[in-house]
């Protein structure tokens, strides 16, 4: 179904005046008619008392009609069950009073912007509630962020993380949004979780070897933690390609958590841990290997002390011990001969 554009002119103001002016006219007949009825009367003016009844019941029927419409605000309108079009940007308009605006997913409230959230209506008001519930048939098509849920997928090696993204998203085709789908909102919220899934267990959370992330056969670095920049790209196209039928489009996504489960996030800390340990201890003994070496090219070079292959190992074994201990070393002075 594709979305048609009414060009309704913003005549709301003017009906509104009209009828107003109306109802006074009825009133000052029906006043004028009963009137006429007092003793001394010129007469009873039965047509001016019918004509003030009729339009006093049936006048208010135009009231529906009225619509409001705030800056990036559109209304699905139909009648008798038929789409007749979409009205869009602020104005006060007019349509057929018997349209009635169509929004399946008015009530349909998650955790994102411009919704309630369901476990603060208690907070509100019983008038707030009802104000909300007038408003809530119009289709608002600023950019929304949906924070879905945190969810626990496996990685591609198999181990437990839990994720969570947040989706940049607006209503592009009115009519698609209420028509195609049963509920716009629960269908995009329903397609992040499928798209967060198919996409996160391609990767493994660290860089891990002999994995391909991009399908073309090869390893590659490719992680959840090191990559969040293409793997949230990845996401978005992948709903993106989803919810396109919808007359959805996906701005942005983003991924807002990441982190081990919690009943490995302890070994995996510990897993981390270990390995900055081994990468700083082999620093340390690169570093403390060339410093040895450069110490007994400096010696020799000098000729300030000539050594022999005894000397040189216990040198060496000193200077080692004291460049890769965890404490300082404790000088011990020999006042006694060399050898």
């Not at 004509?51 to 990036?72: A, D, E, R």
């Not at 009943?263 to 403390?288: C, F, H, P, W, Y």
């Amino acid at each position: 179904m594709e979305e048609k554009i009414l060009t309704t002119k913003k005549n709301g103001m003017a009906v509104l005046i009209l009828e107003v002016l109306l109802y006074i006219v009825s009133i000052l007949l029906i006043l004028g008619g009963i009137n006429s009825m007092i003793p001394g009367g010129h007469g009873m003016n039965i047509a001016g008392i019918a004509i003030g009844l009729i339009w006093s019941c049936i006048g208010w029927i135009l009231i529906p009609g009225l619509k409001v419409l705030q800056p990036q605000e559109a209304l699905v309108l139909t009648l008798f069950g038929k789409y007749v079009g979409t009205i869009k940007g602020a104005g006060f308009y007019f349509v057929n009073p018997f349209c009635v605006a169509a929004n399946p997913a008015a009530k349909t409230k998650l955790n994102q912007s411009g919704d309630i959230d369901a476990a603060n209506k208690g907070l509100f008001k019983k008038g707030a509630e009802q104000e909300q519930a007038m408003v809530s048939k119009k289709v608002s098509l600023k950019v929304m962020t949906l924070n879905n849920n945190r969810q626990k997928i496996n990685d591609c090696l198999g181990n437990p993380v839990e994720i969570g993204i947040a989706v940049m998203w607006k209503v592009t085709d009115t009519a698609k949004a209420v028509f195609t789908v049963d509920n716009y909102k629960e269908y995009l919220s329903l397609q992040c979780d499928s798209a967060l899934r198919n996409v996160v267990r391609l990767y493994p959370y660290d860089v891990a070897p002999n994995v391909d992330t991009t399908g073309d056969g090869q390893p590659d670095e490719g992680s959840l933690r090191g990559s969040s920049e293409v793997v949230a790209a990845r996401i978005k196209d992948e709903i993106q390609s989803k919810v396109a039928g919808a007359g959805l489009e996906i701005i942005e996504a983003r991924i807002t958590y990441l982190a081990y489960a919690q009943e490995i996030a302890a070994v995996m800390l510990q897993r981390q841990q270990a390995s900055a340990i081994i990468d700083a201890r082999k620093m340390i003994v690169d570093g403390a290997v060339g410093m040895v070496e450069m110490a007994l090219d400096k010696l020799n070079a000098n000729n300030i002390v000539e050594l022999d292959e005894e000397r040189k190992a216990a040198m060496v074994s000193n200077l080692l011990v004291v460049l890769c201990a965890n404490r300082d070393a404790q000088p011990v002075v020999n006042s006694g001969s060399l050898y």
